[in-house]
């Protein structure tokens, strides 16, 4: 394997661990919606008013081009270096599955989720009565925009449940034998993760007012 694949998939790998740690600690920011809108509005205040977190967004914004980039260039590269042929036997065997052979599809998606939510929710209009908290939940009482948020975490989970293990075995941070445990360990937290954001607009929708 050449030295530059390497390095591409060891960024992939790399940079979509940060990101997995930062939708664990989204989520657990995000559910504070669920404790009312002075709770979540005084959680958003203390994050925008901290100064790290200007840095802290460019940085996330610079790991998600690396591991974007990263990903696409892989992925040619593996399509480039194999038959057809080879590829339909490998998918007719099982030894690669649903989640890890729709990844760049998925990660677009996902890409495309970002942006709306961003324009959505970061540069939505937080001056209402009940402030961010009022704007997230008046937007999921809109079922397409819930439907549509509930959709989207379908290829979050496929994302994140094949990603973690495979992500560690790059960077060769587990052991061989380890990897079916932390596959599974993976997997499991991965569709955790994203039932813990589909909770949010079902909550929204069916049990606040605003």
């Not at 065997?93 to 970002?114: D, E, K, P, Q």
């Not at 939505?124 to 402030?131: I, Q």
């Not at 994302?159 to 790059?170: D, E, V, Y």
């Amino acid at each position: 394997m050449h030295l530059t694949s390497i390095l591409k998939k060891t960024l992939m790998a790399a940079t979509g661990l940060v990101w997995f740690l930062f939708i664990i600690a989204h989520l657990i920011g995000n559910l504070l919606l669920m404790l009312g809108p002075e709770t979540y509005n005084h959680y958003s205040a203390a994050l925008v008013s901290n100064p790290l977190i200007y840095p802290a967004e460019v940085l996330l914004l610079l790991f998600l081009v690396v591991h974007a980039f990263s990903a696409w260039r892989v992925t040619n590269e593996n399509n480039q270096a194999r038959p057809d042929r080879y590829r339909v036997k490998a998918v007719s065997t099982g030894s690669s599955t649903f989640a890890s052979r729709t990844m760049w599809y998925g990660g677009v998606i996902l890409l495309l989720f970002l942006i709306v939510h961003l324009i959505m929710f970061k540069f939505g209009n937080h001056g209402g009565e009940k402030g961010l908290w009022g704007l997230v939940v008046s937007s999921f009482h809109n079922p397409l925009i819930a439907i549509g948020y509930i959709i989207a975490m379908i290829p979050l989970g496929m994302h994140l449940s094949h990603g973690f293990a495979s992500a560690l075995q790059t960077l060769s941070a587990i052991q061989p034998k380890w990897y079916k445990g932390v596959k599974q360990a993976g997997q499991a937290l991965g569709w955790l993760l994203a039932i813990g954001y589909i909770l949010l607009p079902l909550w929204a929708w069916f049990f606040a007012e605003v």
